[in-house]
């Protein structure tokens, strides 16, 4: 357990990529599970535990179908379960981020202002993070790379959008 998070720890980091990280299908199962988990445990801060899970599942879903086709646009099909790994794995390790995030919000050490700007690094170092991953796994320049992960954030935002009122 130790070793996937230090290698999780060095991708974060833009040391290591998305050859690097396990390719059987029981691993990116493992993984997807617990993203829904760590998501599940910030909501559950917030009183949103449903909400989170579904917002972080169909996010899940949303990227995985996004990432295959790119995959296969760039005939890399063969590259999916490590992308995708790699790219789960980062979002628990956000996840986990934004969850000692919120725990710091919940006990009142940090003012707004500040607990904004973190979270807004935060996402920044995603962004970066998977368009890394992506540059990798594509084999394109890290420029587009981030402008692909940049509308993947766009997708996450719109179904958070439309997810958030159902939900409540």
């Known amino acids: 357990m130790q070793s996937f998070f230090r290698l999780f720890w060095k991708i974060s980091l833009l040391q290591k990529g998305p050859q690097d990280v396990p390719p059987p299908m029981p691993f990116l199962v493992l993984l997807f ?3 829904v988990i760590t998501a599940a445990m910030v909501g559950g801060l917030y009183d949103k535990t449903v909400e989170s899970v579904q917002v972080e599942s ?3 879903v949303i990227m995985t179908v996004l990432v295959a086709v790119f995959l296969y646009l760039r005939n890399h099909g063969a590259r999916f379960n490590q992308t995708m790994s790699a790219i789960f794995g ?5 996840n986990l981020f934004t969850l000692g995030l919120a725990l710091i919000d919940k006990l009142g050490f940090l003012p707004g202002f500040l607990h904004l700007q973190i979270e807004l690094l935060l996402v920044i170092w995603q962004i970066t993070v ?7 796994a594509m084999e394109i320049h890290i420029a587009f790379a ?3 992960a940049i509308l993947f954030l766009f997708i996450n935002m719109a179904v958070v959008t439309v997810l958030a009122p159902v939900a409540s």
Not at 90 to 94: N, P, Q, T
């Open 146 to 148: 981030i402008l692909i």
């Open 90 to 94: 980062i979002g628990i390790l956000f």
């Open 58 to 60: 169909v996010n899940a």
């Open 33 to 35: 599970v617990t993203l």
């Open 130 to 136: 998977i368009g890394h991953i992506l540059r990798h």
